[in-house]
C-alpha cells in the first residue's frame, strides 16, 4: 500500500496519534537512511515508516497496521539478507531509536532496548567488568540475533543468548503489552527463545551478565592456502571435549576469504579469527601449534572482552549486496572438504573479481553448554553439536542477483552434502542455525523439529493473524523477502 492509496488525511490522522514517534514518508533523507540495510539487496520502499521510543506508539502503529490490511516489518539491526526487516509498499517499524542499556551491577543483568546493537551492549556492560553471550560482528540487532537463538564467542561457556535471556517485553499484534518470563506468560518466553521473531514487537531484553574484569586474547591470523589442511586440524582438536577449548574458554573462526586490502588479483586464504578467554600464557600454549605455522598476520593481544566482537567488522563492512547460505557441520571437519572449498570459492572469484568480498565461514567452538539444555525448554531446536557456518557471496550489481543466489547455493550444496548431518540423538531436532538461514532456503519443519506443532499451537494464540511473517514464518508466508 502505497501512502497515496493510504491517503494524506490518514496518515495525519496517524502522526496525531503517536505523540513521540518520527513519522517519515517516502523522498527524504531520513527515510533513506531508515530503509537502508546491512546488504542493499535487502532494501524495500515502505510507504511509512514509523521510529517510535514508546511501547504506547508501537501498540497504536500496529493497530493501524491491522485496521488498514497494511504489511509490517520491524527492523532492528537490519543484518537479514532474505529483506525480513523491510516492506515493500507496507510499514516499516524501525526500532532503531530504542537502544538503552540499563546495567544492574549487583544483579549482573543487563537490560537493552529492542533496537540496541551488540555494541550497546557490550559497551555498557564493559563499563562494569561484566559480559553476556552477544554477536561477534556488534553492529549487528541484539533484537534478531536473540530471538533466533544467539552464538558468540562466550557461548563455550554460557550457552546461547537465549540460555542467557531472563526476561522480555513484547507488544502483541492485538496492541497488548506483556513482560514474559519463566513466570510471566512461560508459554510466549518458551516461543520467543528461538522463534521470536513471528510473535511480537520486543521492546526490552533482560540478559544474565557475567563477570569479565580480565583482558582475553584475541586477534586475526592469516595463513598461506598451503596451511589449510594443518589450520583445520588445530581447529578440529581444539574445541573437542578432550582438547585445550574443550572448557569453553578457546575458540576459533576460519575464514576463507581474500584479505581486506589485498592486490587486486590475490586468491582467497585462510583468516583465522582466534578468542581465548585466559591469560595470554594460557592461550599462547593452547594456540602454539597454530602459532608455529608462520601466519603471515598476526593481531593477537590481550585487549578488554567490549572490544573483542569489533574483531571482524573490517570483513563485515555494510554496503553491496549479500546472501547468506548458513549451513552447518559435524565434527571433525575433514580438511579435504575445507579445501575443496577454498578452491571452489577461487574459481568463483576468478570468473567475478568484483566479488572479492565474498567468504566462507567454518566456526569451531565448544558446543557442550549448548547442547546440555534439553530441547523441549524453549523453542530453538538445534541442541546438537553441529558447528555453523556460513557462505557469504558478497556482489555489486543487481543484475547479478540470480547469478550469486546461484553460486552461494553451490557453495552451501558442496558442504552440505558431506558435512552436515544428523545423528541418532538429533532425531526431532534441527542441526541447522536458523538466524544463519534465509527465510525460504529451508522448511520450518527442518528449522523448529519437534518443536513445530507447539510454536503453531502459540501463534495461533499469540498472534492469530500471522502479523509478524517475515522470518521462518510458522504459518502460510505472505512476503516471501528477496531470497536470491
Ligand atoms: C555480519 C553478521 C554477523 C553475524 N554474527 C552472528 C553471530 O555472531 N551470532 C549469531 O547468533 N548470529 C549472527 N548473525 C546472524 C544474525 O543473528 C541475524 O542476521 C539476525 O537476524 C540479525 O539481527 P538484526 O536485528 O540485525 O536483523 P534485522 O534484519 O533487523 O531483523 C531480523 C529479523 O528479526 C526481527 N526483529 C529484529 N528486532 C526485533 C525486535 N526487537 N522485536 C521483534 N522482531 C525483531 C525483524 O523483524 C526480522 O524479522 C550475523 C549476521 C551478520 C550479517
Known amino acids: 500500500m502505497s501512502p497515496s492509496m493510504l491517503n494524506m488525511s490518514t496518515i495525519q490522522e496517524l502522526r496525531d496519534q503517536l505523540p513521540d ?44 497496521v491491522q485496521k488498514h490490511g497494511m504489511d509490517l516489518a520491524v527492523a532492528g539491526g537490519g543484518h537479514s539478507t532474505s529483506g525480513a526487516a523491510s516492506t515493500a509498499g507496507g510499514l516499516l517499524l524501525d526500532l532503531s531509536r530504542l537502544r538503552g542499556v540499563t546495567v544492574d551491577p549487583e544483579a549482573r543483568t543487563v537490560t537493552a532496548q529492542g533496537g540496541a546493537l551488540w555494541e550497546d551492549v557490550d559497551t555498557a556492560l564493559g563499563q562494569h567488568g561484566l559480559a553476556t553471550v552477544g554477536g561477534v560482528v556488534n553492529h549487528t540487532g541484539i533484537g534478531g540475533l536473540t530471538l533466533g537463538g544467539g552464538y558468540g564467542w562466550l557461548t563455550g561457556l554460557y550457552g546461547l543468548t537465549i540460555d542467557n535471556l531472563l526476561s522480555a517485553r513484547i ?123 608462520n601466519p603471515v598476520m598476526d593481531t593477537l593481544a590481550m585487549v578488554p572482552y567490549c572490544q573483542v566482537n569489533a574483531m571482524l567488522n573490517g570483513i563485515a563492512v555494510h554496503g553491496d ?14 580438511p579435504g572438504l ?51 557456518g556460513v557462505v557469504q557471496i558478497w556482489w555489486m550489481d543487481a543484475k547479478d542477483d540470480a547469478r550469486a543466489g546461484e553460486k552461494g547455493r553451490h557453495l552451501k550444496a558442496l558442504i552440505t552434502a558431506q558435512a552436515e548431518k544428523r545423528e541418532g540423538k538429533e532425531e526431532g531436532g534441527a542441526v541447522v542455525y536458523s538466524n544463519f538461514v534465509e527465510t525460504g532456503d529451508r522448511s520450518v519443519e527442518e528449522l523448529f523439529g519437534e518443536n513445530l506443532d507447539r510454536l503453531r499451537l502459540l501463534k495461533a494464540k499469540y498472534d492469530p493473524t500471522n502479523l509478524f511473517n517475515k522470518t521462518h514464518p510458522l504459518v502460510s508466508r505472505k512476503d516471501a523477502g528477496q531470497l536470491v
Not at 503489552?177 to 518466553?189: A, G, Q, R, V
Not at 521473531?197 to 544474565?208: K, L
Open 338 to 388: 575445507a579445501r575443496a572449498v577454498l578452491t571452489e570459492l577461487g574459481t568463483i572469484l576468478q570468473e567475478e573479481p568484483a566479488w572479492v568480498k565474498s567468504y566462507v565461514v567454518f566456526e569451531f567452538g565448544h558446543l557442550g553448554k549448548v547442547a546440555a539444555v534439553p530441547r523441549g525448554e524453549m523453542a530453538f531446536a538445534n541442541r546438537s553439536r553441529c558447528q555453523n
Open 321 to 334: 549486496r549479500k546472501n547468506t547460505k548458513g549451513f552447518s557441520f559435524a565434527m571433525p571437519l575433514r
Open 171 to 293: 507488544v502483541l499484534a492485538d496492541g497488548r503489552i506483556l513482560t514474559t518470563s519463566p513466570t510471566l506468560h512461560p508459554d510466549l518466553f518458551w516461543a520467543l527463545r528461538g522463534a521470536g521473531h513471528n510473535f511480537g514487537v520486543v521492546t526490552e531484553f533482560t540478559f544474565q551478565a557475567h563477570e569479565q574484569k580480565n583482558e582475553v586474547f584475541a586477534g586475526l591470523l592469516g595463513f598461506t592456502p598451503d596451511k589449510l589442511e594443518q589450520v583445520v586440524g588445530f581447529a578440529n582438536a581444539l574445541v573437542a571435549d578432550e582438547g585445550q577449548g574443550g572448557d569453553g574458554r578457546s575458540a576459533i573462526y576460519c575464514f576463507l576469504a581474500v584479505p581486506p586490502g589485498a592486490p587486486r588479483g590475490t586468491g582467497p586464504t585462510i583468516l583465522a579469527a582466534v578468542v581465548s578467554i585466559t591469560t595470554e600464557e594460557e592461550a599462547r600454549r593452547r594456540f602454539a601449534p597454530l602459532l608455529e605455522l
Open 21 to 64: 514517534s518520527i513519522v517519515l514518508l517516502p523522498g527524504s533523507e531520513e527515510y533513506r537512511a531508515s530503509i537502508k540495510r546491512w546488504s542493499d539487496g535487502a532494501e524495500k520502499p515502505a510507504a511509512l515508516v514509523i521510529l517510535p521510543i514508546t511501547e504506547r506508539d508501537i501498540s497504536t502503529t500496529l493497530s493501524f
